[in-house]
């Protein structure tokens, strides 16, 4: 893709593997104690197969369940992981190699984990990031200018870093990621935990300072409300390989051709049965109808459902992504 | 491709010792404490020494006065090697936040070192008023300038080998998960065969042989020894290139520790 448009790839990932090696242990309190004395080992593959390039300034969704192998790429990307096989270029280094060099490349925002330093008011915090990154001063006051208004950092600018609550401390930590002008930025689990206000005000932030700064990023995450609304492409991993890298809408069309009737009975029936539907669920007297909607259009399926029973209320609802992935999993995915 | 190499830059690690400083110095309770514990442990070493003086005339040859002194100085230079300089470095494998300082474009082993010298040097400040409060209690026996400057070049390396011991220490956290046994049996030998207590002298003959060329004895035995003349000029080369060895030693081993444990990072939850 990256080649078409004739421009150079910012992230070339090939044939990336990454075999971890434990220790395997028998259960029970025998088996901790035999493996103090004799350990066998067994190998896990977290990342199978993986290759993906990014231009510089796209917004991306890696996106795959748990243990699929999304934290274990990001931190080869960052170099701090050393596959076992495959390469990584980012911004032309290989991370693992000139692991510093790399790091003033790219920014980092765990939702887990703050790069903050605990101990100290956040002014004072990103004062040494300053300082690690040689931000020159009159950017670093331009930047943090900004970023102070975008993520209303002023009140708690001076407040220990262990003070803040959690929508205050991941503001204050895309603040910090940011600071120096990174050409990258990997957000992993960026709005866990945040309530729908917070995750807006995040959500926001990363489309503005991406539209505005050109700034690669690339977002791993479970709530696929986040992916809907930011990236345009996503790369979909599951056990270590890629299973789709491509525009979420054509996902949308090729897996999101389930909708559902949501009915509202206005009378009691024992049965509900819908020809070319397929009830989902039922509670008292709201029914849920999927359909194909390749096979059956909206219009009849309303039809038949007004035909035999009375209703007080009918809507349709399209399938929300959450639904196509979960359905990409559970089936597979055919190119 | 050409590898381009980085500008070493010294300010992010004066910045990191400035912090250190800044945040030991919050936590004024602890000082408050630190200083009347050593105050009151040199009072009670004083009474003992006295007591077990009054029936032994200078045991080898460490009169009264000066055993006094050596315990006083001892306890005053465990506010700087008791320090455990390089905790963060386990606090931060331990909760897995050792990934982002790998993140950012620093020498990580250079940003632990720099924390933990400011935190030394927080507390190397607070030999002065510790100083002060144990002189109303004992007299402190000050030798000549030669000596002192003999004490203070041992002090800084017998300082680098219990770093070096401790940044050892703390890398077994790249391998394991749980080091406290291993800490408090080194904190333990530290105490009785570093010299801090009991000075090495009165040790049995052939177990003060074995003592003296452990590290732990590079750390206090050997600057206290010179401070109270017991080890005399003639002997400072050979004793001061004994912890000169040790920091030899003890460095390649910890550069081999970290080079091994940085390969092996592995966050937690990967």
């Known amino acids: 893709m990256p080649a078409e448009r004739g421009r150079m790839p910012i992230i070339e990932v090939a044939g990336l593997r990454k075999v971890f090696r434990s220790i395997k242990r028998e259960p029970g309190v025998l088996g901790a104690f035999a493996a103090l004395f004799s350990r066998t080992y067994e190998e896990k593959a977290a990342v199978e197969d993986v290759s993906f390039s990014l231009e510089p300034g796209e917004i991306v969704g890696y996106i795959g369940p748990n243990g699929a192998g999304k934290s274990t790429t990001i931190k080869m990307l960052t170099g701090i992981l050393v596959p076992t096989s495959g390469t990584v270029r980012v911004a032309g280094i290989v991370p693992y190699e000139a692991r510093e060099l790399n790091a003033e490349n790219i920014g980092v925002v765990f939702g887990q984990r703050s790069q903050l330093y605990w101990d100290l008011p956040l002014r004072e915090s990103f004062e040494l990031l300053r300082s690690i990154y040689d931000i020159p001063r009159d950017r670093y006051a331009t930047n943090l200018a900004e970023f102070s208004e975008l993520l209303d950092l002023g009140r708690f600018m001076d407040t220990p870093v262990r003070q803040l609550s959690l929508g205050e401390r991941m503001r204050g930590d895309f603040a910090g990621a940011m600071l120096h002008d990174p050409k990258i930025v990997y957000l992993d689990e960026p709005t866990i935990g945040l309530d729908v206000v917070a995750k807006e005000a995040i959500r926001e932030f990363i489309s503005r300072v991406n539209r505005e700064r050109g700034t690669t990023v690339i977002l791993t995450t479970h709530d696929l409300a986040d992916v809907e609304r930011l990236s345009k492409r996503i790369i979909l991993i599951d056990e270590g390989r890629v299973i789709y890298d491509g525009p979420l809408e054509r996902l949308r069309e090729k897996y999101g051709t389930h909708r559902t009737l949501v009915i509202t009975l206005a009378d009691t029936y024992p049965e509900i049965e819908i020809e070319g539907g397929v009830v989902e669920h039922r509670d008292s007297s709201v029914v849920r109808v999927r359909f194909d909607r390749r096979e059956q259009s909206a219009e009849a399926m309303i039809r038949r459902v007004m035909e035999r029973y009375a209703i007080s209320d009918i809507a349709i609802v399209e399938p929300d992504i959450e639904t196509i992935v979960r359905r990409l999993y559970l089936e597979g995915y055919e190119a | ?270």
């Open chain 2, 1 to 270: 491709m050409i590898v381009r190499r980085r500008r070493f830059r010294l300010e992010p690690y004066v910045e990191f010792a400035k912090r250190a400083i800044a945040r030991e110095a919050t936590y004024r309770f602890d000082v408050f404490t630190e200083l009347t514990s050593v105050a009151i442990r040199i009072y009670l070493l004083r009474t003992v020494w006295v007591a077990l003086y009054a029936h032994n005339a200078e045991p080898r040859g460490l009169p009264l006065h000066a055993i006094v002194t050596y315990s006083a100085v001892a306890l005053l230079m465990g506010l700087i090697l008791d320090r455990d300089q390089t905790r963060a470095l386990y606090d931060r494998l331990h909760d897995g936040s050792i990934a982002t300082d790998f993140m950012k474009p620093i020498s990580v082993p250079l940003s632990f070192f720099a924390d933990g010298t400011g935190e030394v040097l927080f507390h190397a400040l607070l030999v002065v008023p510790a100083l002060c409060l144990a002189l109303l209690f004992v007299h402190i026996d000050v030798p000549s300038l030669v000596v002192l400057a003999a004490f203070a070049l041992s002090f800084f390396l017998g300082y680098s080998v219990g770093f070096l011991l401790n940044f050892i220490l703390n890398c077994t956290a790249f391998w394991t998960f749980e080091n406290s046994a291993v800490q408090l049996i080194v904190t333990w030998l530290t105490d009785l065969l570093g010299g801090q207590l009991v000075p090495l002298v009165f040790f049995p003959a052939a177990l003060a042989g074995v003592v003296d060329v452990l590290p732990f004895a590079a750390m206090f035995s050997t600057p206290l020894l010179i401070y109270v003349g017991i080890i005399g000029p003639g002997r400072y080369l050979e004793v001061m290139g004994f912890q000169l060895v040790w920091i030899v030693v003890l460095g390649a081993i910890a550069t081999l520790m970290w080079r091994a444990g940085a390969k092996r990072v592995v966050v937690q939850g990967g």
